[in-house]
């Protein structure tokens, strides 16, 4: 994180830079809910619930802005939070445009929070942004004759005690011209209940009223109706502090008594209040402060303070504990492999002891991997925002579904796998999903439907980008490979046509537009995705749609393995490739053309590879061939392995070889054995892909 330079932000010799951290990860996941809530809230029936929660996020950002000094995030929340207020207290409805304006504040804030935590200086322009804001909470949205009119309103002040009055109303009125005028009832006698009742008659809205009031009286102590000409009180009256009930409907919240959340943060729409509003928001701000510490202390004296279940810690960390365990794990293997050869009899304790360790070990593994396990919705809810701009840009109608988003997959690759799936996601948007004509003309439903969804299988994590749209045009794609020189045939099957989507600069878009088109991205993809030793296919039918689908392993870090040996060398297969293993017996390979081999596995015929001529390994004369075959699998398919020997099953840590070295055919990784030496392990996909071809 780079660093922030604001003189500002110490008081006291108390530095409160070593927050940042924990402020900029609270704004980003408060940003992030707010951006759900806005997508999927019901701008025609939207719940109290909603709204409060959305305004809550914009609290919550500007108190923390204005405690590190962050004026201008703090600035653009506070006309949020103004024009929230206002939502949520049903003086103004929300509108479309509305959580248009909201959804574009958060962008800018997520701007203006990303410049201070990379410590540049240049900040993202918000005073156009504010201005629409202000307007927008002035009321130019809000519905016709809210506040047309001026209104007759009874406040009741009290109760009060014997001598107290509250003259500090009328000054308030004489100060303050535009908000109406006010008249004491009752010839400005206390009333036998003990209240003061006036008439105001004026076009500002209750909270309004209530937030100015509060400079005079306290604010349970305002009670404000409809005016009633015989003067008297109606049989309901609402005390403000019980106004936190609010009626979702304006025009009967209207009929009934009226009264505000006080929280501190009202509104006001007269420009000539805007001294009021700093003193009353000053206030109450105290006042809420006030409040939380008594709350705290008498929960703490209660003994029922709250306590957080979980803790923020820096992925450096996790990433030194996970690297930490893989030595523990290569330490443990290495133990194994020496006490292999010990009589039990003699170092029974030993033995119980190192196997203690092989457990215990195993255990810290799994809980220390599930750390960096994040459930893919981190990646899959950015989409609705992204669908929901590109649908409003192109003029198409488009329903997002995400299934799966509680699978889990590592840290690492939820990272690096948010840019091939968005740009995956953009093609469907953009090429497959029609307008609503052509969609009308084709029989179909008017919006079409992107799925994005993702599922264990094995040991990867498989996840899929499909539509319903108009899929790929064979003709079309061949006649554009043909333009830029591509080798194609008429014979070519579909698959092989839909491969030549993968190739670097191609592309079928008839116009080149912000959204795509430009031919670069889709060989990025696969690059991207091969990387991390997944695997990308596509596959569609024209007219009906198209499914792209990314097979990834869960995590890179620490796997199961089965050992085997092949020749004089070890090589490890992913356990969770494993189906089976048998003893070849003579005659059960058969030959299949110059070059193929099969082998009938239960009325299947499999296509059998011999590791041995994969790899390349050397064999010494008169040595035994591979007597032991390996069912693998991959990608949906199996493939027959020839291999010596089976030397065992355990864990292996799994380190990078292109790092260390380059990348190597049909090998994924390497891992260090217990004995120190050096072991590869198997791209068991590349095996799949090999006999496949």
């Not at 609705?384 to 299934?403: M, T």
């Not at 990387?531 to 596959?539: C, I, K, Q, R, S």
Request: glycine share 8%.
């Amino acid at each position: 994180m780079g660093e922030i330079s604001n003189p500002g932000l110490q008081q006291d010799d108390f530095d409160l830079t070593q927050f940042y951290a924990v402020f900029f990860e609270e704004a980003r996941e408060n940003l992030a809910n707010m951006e759900s809530l806005l997508l999927d809230i019901d701008v025609a029936r939207p719940s109290d619930e909603e709204l409060n929660a959305i305004f809550r996020v914009a609290h919550s950002i500007k108190g923390g802005a204005a405690t590190f000094g962050f004026a201008d995030v703090a600035s653009l929340t506070h006309e949020l939070e103004t024009l929230l207020e206002r939502v949520r207290l049903h003086e103004l409805p929300l509108q479309r445009a509305m959580v248009d304006l909201l959804l574009e504040a958060g962008d800018v804030v997520k701007a203006q929070l990303a410049c201070y935590q990379g410590g540049t200086a240049e900040r993202p322009p918000a005073d156009a942004l504010i201005e629409r804001i202000r307007k927008m909470a002035c009321g130019e949205h809000a519905a016709a004759g809210r506040r047309a009119g001026a209104r007759s309103l009874q406040v009741a002040i009290g109760p009060l005690k014997s001598g107290e009055a509250a003259n500090g109303l009328a000054e308030l009125f004489r100060d303050i011209p535009s908000l109406g005028s006010i008249e004491a009832l009752d010839d400005g006698v206390l009333a036998a209940d003990g209240f003061r009742r006036f008439k105001v008659t004026t076009s500002s809205p209750d909270s309004e009223l209530l937030e100015l009031f509060s400079f005079h009286v306290a604010r349970e102590q305002v009670r404000i109706t409809d005016f009633d000409a015989s003067g008297t009180a109606p049989a309901s009256v609402a005390l403000a502090e019980e106004a936190g009930a609010q009626h979702p409907d304006p025009e009967a919240a209207a009929a009934q008594p009226r009264a505000t959340e006080g929280d501190g943060y009202g509104f006001f729409v007269d420009p000539k209040t805007l001294a009021a509003q700093s003193a009353a928001r000053a206030a109450a701000d105290g006042e809420e402060v006030r409040r939380s510490e008594a709350r705290a202390k008498a929960d703490k004296a209660a003994g029922g303070a709250l306590e957080s279940t979980t803790l923020r810690v820096a992925v450096e960390k996790v990433d030194q504990l996970i690297n930490l365990v893989g030595e523990l794990v290569i330490t443990q293997a290495m133990l194994s492999q020496q006490a292999k050869d010990l009589d039990v009899a003699q170092f029974s304790a030993l033995l119980g002891g190192i196997t203690d360790l092989e457990r215990s070990s195993r255990h810290l593994q799994e809980t220390v991997m599930s750390i960096r396990m994040i459930p893919m919705a981190f990646v899959f809810n950015r989409f609705p925002r992204l669908i929901r701009d590109l649908a409003s840009k192109l003029g198409k109608q488009i329903e997002l579904r995400l299934v799966g988003e509680a699978t889990e997959m590592d840290k690492g690759l939820i990272e690096k796998i948010v840019d091939p799936l968005t740009h995956l996601v953009r093609n469907s948007a953009d090429h497959g999903i029609e307008t609503p004509a052509s969609r009308l003309a084709a029989g179909k439903t008017p919006h079409g439907t992107i799925t994005l969804s993702a599922a264990h299988q094995g040991g990867s994590i498989l996840i899929e980008v499909r539509d319903d749209g108009q899929g790929l045009r064979r003709e079309r794609i061949v006649q554009k490979a043909r333009e830029r020189g591509l080798p194609v045939r008429d014979d070519m099957s579909d698959a092989e046509v839909w491969a030549l989507i993968w190739e670097p600069g191609f592309s079928t878009a008839d116009q080149i537009s912000d959204v795509s088109g430009r031919g670069v991205g889709m060989d990025v993809v696969r690059r991207n995705i091969t990387a991390l030793n997944g695997t990308v296919e596509l596959d569609s039918a024209e007219g009906y749609g198209t499914r792209v689908t990314v097979r990834l392993p869960l995590t890179l870090a620490i796997m199961d393995g089965m050992s085997i040996g092949v020749g004089g060398e070890t090589y490890i297969l992913p356990l969770a490739s494993v189906v089976e293993s048998f003893q070849v017996m003579p005659g059960m390979v058969q030959n299949v053309g110059a070059t193929g081999r099969v082998v009938r596995v239960r009325d299947e015929f499999l296509p059998v590879v011999a590791l041995d001529d994969v790899f390349d390994v050397p064999r010494q004369d008169g040595s035994p061939g591979p007597e032991i075959m390996m069912i693998v699998e991959a990608e949906g398919r199996r493939v027959a392995a020839l291999v010596d020997e089976l030397l065992g099953q355990h864990q292996v840590v799994v380190k990078n070889l292109e790092t260390n070295y380059r990348r190597v055919p049909d090998i994924s990784g390497a891992t260090i054995l217990g004995d120190g030496r050096v072991a590869l392990i198997v791209d068991t996909a590349g095996l799949v892909k090999r006999a496949r071809h």
